[in-house]
């Protein structure tokens, strides 16, 4: 067997790629890559097979991960086109996959690209500064939106901190008519979510956000949006398959501990449950010279503030505002950060890593799911900022994420199976 192609992921180094920086736009722009078209087209010079072992040289560098999933295309032998997973990076030049079989030709010819395929989800409206995403899964049980705002809001300070406002929503019919459920909403004031009230350094713009320019990295600092913000672009990564995604930003230059927001389907562990689907975001409905909470979904614990956004509850109602906490059923005490503690012995006892699955709880005490794609770290990270490795055939990738307190930890995504 080959290694699977669904969980892809990218990197704000990958050649060609849109930039977060402290401009409003940019969000979009990497999630219109990501998600929707792809990016980053280059020519390979020479395609090579030893069995089914297949080489790939560039005539500079590729700058490709480990583990990526790249798309060759226009090779004349039809067995070298599609979707492979990078297995090995020997040099800045060179990369290897496997195929399925041996092909029928040691070296392929043709004008042949490699480029980064999207997660295949769809954008089906959008206007300038706004769009929507969807998954493009009809098997899905509910497919809401995720609507995007990235546009200076008339009554915000464009030297204040960028964010794009991001909301669940059941169904639309373009990209301002919104219907049925949305995530985060207040009956009494429908636009909380989408449109700034106030003025001045008081104004209040948005609740549910993801930040990419900020003056600070922490998600509990004495920083407040109004403070000034420094250009050049953001370390990001994007992990994600067709059914949800998850985008690591961080929001300063001079660090890189990330936010990690996220959107989709999570595992659902009840039959009866129609609308499994969560939202992970900065729920701050506060003015922007307020030092405020900025916790975002590392901050899992079972007492800690409600973390995670949810289309409906478990029975299915159109109950508004449905908040959920993150926990590890493998939790030795109250207070749990990912990747921040030894909670377990540490890795050089252990012997290797401790991760388990993040689980989602409605209302303090019902497990209605579990994440995809992403773990919890039970123990200190010790490998660097960030890693890419392989256990039990499988791939991960350890993003080191800002936590609340301003502690530091990480999290390890799971990138599919190698063989």
């Not at 995720?146 to 200076?152: Q, S, T």
Request: glycine share 8%; proline share 4%; charged share 10%.
């Amino acid at each position: 067997m080959v290694a699977s192609t669904d969980t892809k992921f990218y990197v704000h180094t990958n050649n060609n790629a849109p930039q977060l920086q402290n401009a409003y736009g940019c969000m979009i722009d990497v999630l219109d890559a990501c998600l929707v078209n792809g990016f980053g087209s280059q020519t390979v010079a020479t395609l090579t097979a030893s069995g089914t072992t297949v080489t790939a040289t560039y005539g500079s560098a590729h700058n490709y991960l480990q583990y990526q999933v790249i798309k060759l295309a226009n090779a004349n032998q039809a067995e070298f086109n599609g979707e492979h997973r990078i297995l090995t990076v020997p040099d800045a030049n060179t990369i290897t996959f496997e195929l399925a079989a041996v092909p029928s030709v040691t070296t392929a010819t043709g004008t042949i690209t490699s480029s980064l395929p999207s997660l295949g989800w769809l954008k089906p409206f959008s206007d300038t500064g706004k769009a929507a995403y969807r998954s493009a899964n009809t098997l899905l049980a509910s497919r809401p939106y995720l609507r995007v705002v990235d546009a200076l809001d008339p009554a915000y300070n464009a030297a204040y901190a960028k964010y794009a406002k991001v909301g669940i929503v059941e169904d639309m019919t373009d990209i301002d008519a919104m219907l049925g459920v949305q995530s985060p909403f207040d009956t009494s004031n429908p636009n909380k979510n989408w449109v700034a009230s106030g003025s001045g350094t008081s104004v209040i713009n948005g609740w549910a956000k993801w930040y990419y320019a900020r003056s600070n990295d922490w998600q509990v600092d004495a920083n407040a949006d109004t403070l000034s913000i420094v250009a050049g672009i953001r370390n990001w990564m994007l992990v994600g398959n067709q059914d949800c995604f998850y985008i690591f930003v961080n929001p300063t230059t001079n660090r890189n501990y990330k936010f990690p927001y996220g959107f989709g389907t999570f595992k659902n562990y009840l039959s009866s449950d129609m609308y499994p689907n969560f939202l992970a975001a900065t729920l701050d409905y506060s003015s922007a010279n307020a030092v405020t909470n900025k916790a975002t979904l590392t901050c899992l614990a079972s007492t800690v503030s409600q973390t995670l956004l949810l289309q409906r509850n478990s029975v299915n109602d159109a109950t508004p505002q449905i908040t959920a906490n993150l926990i590890s059923l493998f939790n030795k005490q109250t207070v749990c950060y990912s990747g921040s503690v030894d909670y377990f012995a540490s890795y050089s006892l252990a012997g290797g890593r401790i991760f388990a699955p993040v689980i989602v709880l409605e209302n303090g005490n019902l497990p209605r799911g579990q994440l995809s794609l992403i773990n919890w770290l039970m123990q200190a990270k010790y490998d660097g900022i960030d890693n890419i490795f392989s256990d039990g055939g499988r791939g991960y990738f350890l993003i080191s994420v800002t936590c609340a307190q301003g502690n530091n930890g990480a999290v390890i995504l799971d990138l599919g199976g190698l063989i």
